[in-house]
């Protein structure tokens, strides 16, 4: 009968019936969230790409010069062929290009071998201080990527391309090479030693999930140890190896302070150096096009990788029999190689640190000697032979501005984001397998694989003119807080997901038949059984905004400059103690930020890695 009654329904009750459907289908929790995230992220992301693509196609004002009979907003390839065929191509897009490339694989390739080599002795060796190590091996990525690179010239620069001696040439007499003062290598070096920390952490996890039974059982088939690592161990981790080279060689390729200050004094320029020094002079069409050649290119490294990965089929460690995980007895070379690996991590997490703290206690550059010791940098009333006339940092006003700019902007970032990635969290896995699902589970990714001060150019084109009701932000603190919540929001959504997926449906669903509505549910119930990762991401993006300085160089001003600006700005001015000192401040407040925050129901950054 209910299939007679439903053949007899006319066409205008058939479509009240698919309405009817819809509409309840359209005021589900998970779609509504679904569709505003999505809402929320095309503007975030998709609009400010489409107004930078415009810029490059488009007459801008600083075009007139050439372009005599055009007009703002008119129709043209001049940037794009500019920057790829004409005679100066070869200066500001080719060379910067290489240059990006050479020092992304060279970084990437050094974190891989002392990531590797250090998560395979910690793992797989019985190698005593376990903890230890994985402590010090998390200090690199909570400091600033140009740490070791303000370091580096403490320690290597020379009189002839650094102007006065480092410490190198001061205790030995002889400077050191000007290849190993400024240029690739020190770029390569100090960026590999930074990123390390991923291959560690990555590799690390997917070697405790080898089952060491099919080592020994290549062992008994009489192969070496070595044969045994390069066609056992090392097929088997090679998702986490693929991981660790997504994060560093993207990270490396957006970077800005390493190249700045080791490669812009030598003319050593890479994309993200050169795009600073274009739109630092309004010239946002050519800028603009070195962005999107960086994105483009971060864009197809990373999906070649998951290509070549997505061939393998045989990463499976863990099966249905009894796991083993059997430790490599170092024997009479335990102490040698656990002393070896605390001590290179020391020089790593420490040696910078301490390099940096004594150059803010000399009065000049290039003299260490006791008698040139001063409390000038951070005390100092102002003196104009000091630092141009600065006080030192501790009474500057402008450091105060800096950070708290920086601590608001860190807070209000983690606060954003790590809300947002709760909702993205619920909206993915309560919907999973649907197509908006999906879909808002992509677009989510897409800030992840723009290098940061590509993604910082976007933001440039998207707030110099108004966008709705919306003024132009450019200039203002709104805009930096904007930028970086978008920019995290992958992350956010990462640990979201994963807190989402540990909660039973079964739950949410009990609390609807006794009457709770959506709201409710959320705050009593999904809400406080997903806070773990709520605190996680807000560690992560805490940790990442107050260190950030490729996403938001670009986009800073004298009033909403933070502290990670700061140290850049001293540097080229000259004032490198004061810029030592700013660093310092600036790695005190984030260890004291992950203190506090980790305190906090087992917060921690292991975890906000997703670890």
Do not use: C
């Amino acid at each position: 009968m209910a299939v007679i009654s439903n053949s007899r329904l006319s066409a205008s009750e058939k479509w009240t019936a698919v309405m009817r459907r819809f509409l309840r289908w359209l005021t589900t929790p998970h779609v509504i969230l679904s569709i505003i995230m999505l809402a929320v992220m095309i503007y975030l992301v998709i609009i400010p790409l489409y107004r930078m693509i415009m810029t490059t196609i488009t007459v801008q004002d600083i075009d007139l010069r050439v372009l005599k009979d055009s007009e703002v907003g008119d129709f043209t390839w001049y940037h794009w062929v500019r920057m790829l065929t004409s005679k100066i191509a070869k200066i500001m897009t080719y060379e910067p290009l290489v240059h990006s490339i050479v020092v992304s694989l060279g970084a990437t390739m050094f974190a891989l071998v002392i990531g590797g080599l250090m998560a395979w002795m910690v793992v797989r060796t019985d190698m005593p201080g376990r903890n230890t190590i994985h402590m010090l091996a998390t200090i690199p990525y909570i400091m600033p990527s140009w740490t070791i690179a303000m370091a580096w010239t403490v320690i290597f620069k020379n009189r002839t391309t650094g102007g006065t001696p480092g410490l190198l040439e001061y205790i030995l007499g002889t400077p050191p090479p000007d290849w190993l003062a400024y240029g690739p290598i020190p770029i390569i070096v100090s960026s590999g030693l930074h990123y390390y920390t991923f291959f560690f952490l990555f590799v690390s996890a997917a070697l405790l999930s080898i089952d060491s039974s099919l080592e020994e059982a290549g062992e008994l088939a009489g192969a070496g140890r070595w044969r045994i690592m390069r066609k056992i161990t090392f097929p088997l981790v090679v998702p986490a190896i693929a991981s660790g080279f997504i994060m560093t060689f993207s990270k490396t390729m957006g970077t800005f302070g390493g190249p700045n200050v080791l490669g812009v004094p030598v003319k050593y320029y890479t994309l993200s150096t050169m795009l600073r020094s274009n739109t630092g002079i309004g010239n946002y069409g050519d800028g603009f096009v070195l962005a999107i050649i960086l994105i483009l290119f971060a864009m197809t490294t990373i999906m070649i990788n998951q290509k070549l990965v997505g061939t393998r089929k045989s990463y499976e460690t863990i099966g249905g029999r009894g796991f083993m995980s059997q430790k490599v007895k170092l024997r009479n070379f335990k102490g040698l190689l656990t002393g070896m690996v605390v001590v290179f991590q020391f020089l790593i997490a420490i040696l910078p640190l301490v390099v940096l703290l004594y150059s803010t206690f000399m009065l000049r550059t290039g003299d260490f000697s006791l008698s040139n010791f001063t409390l000038a940098h951070w005390i100092g009333k102002g003196d104009i032979s000091i630092n141009n006339g600065e006080p030192g940092v501790l009474r500057n006003p402008k450091i105060y501005l800096g950070a708290w700019n920086s601590i608001r902007l860190s807070l209000l970032t983690a606060l954003f984001t790590s809300i947002l990635g709760v909702i993205l969290g619920y909206a993915i896995v309560k919907g999973r397998g649907t197509r908006l699902s999906k879909l808002v589970e992509q677009m989510a990714f897409i800030p992840y694989v723009i290098p940061g001060i590509a993604f910082g150019a976007v933001y440039i084109s998207m707030f110099t003119k108004p966008v709705g009701p919306i003024p132009p932000l450019y200039g203002t603190f709104a805009l930096l807080v904007i930028v970086s919540v978008a920019k995290h929001l992958p992350f956010s959504a990462r640990t979201g997901v994963s807190a989402m997926l540990q909660v039973g449906k079964e739950l949410e669903e009990a609390a609807a038949i006794a009457g709770a509505s959506p709201w409710r549910r959320f705050v009593r119930i999904i809400f406080p059984l997903t806070s773990t990762g709520f605190v996680s991401g807000f560690l992560l993006n805490f940790i990442s905004t107050m260190r950030e300085l490729s996403l938001i160089i670009l986009l800073v001003t004298p009033t909403t400059a933070v502290l990670a600006s700061m140290t850049m700005r001293y540097i080229e001015n000259g004032n490198e103690q004061q810029a030592d000192a700013v660093i310092l401040i600036l790695i005190f407040l984030v260890l004291i930020g992950n203190f506090i925050i980790s305190r906090f129901r087992g917060g921690s950054l292991k975890k906000g890695l997703g670890m």
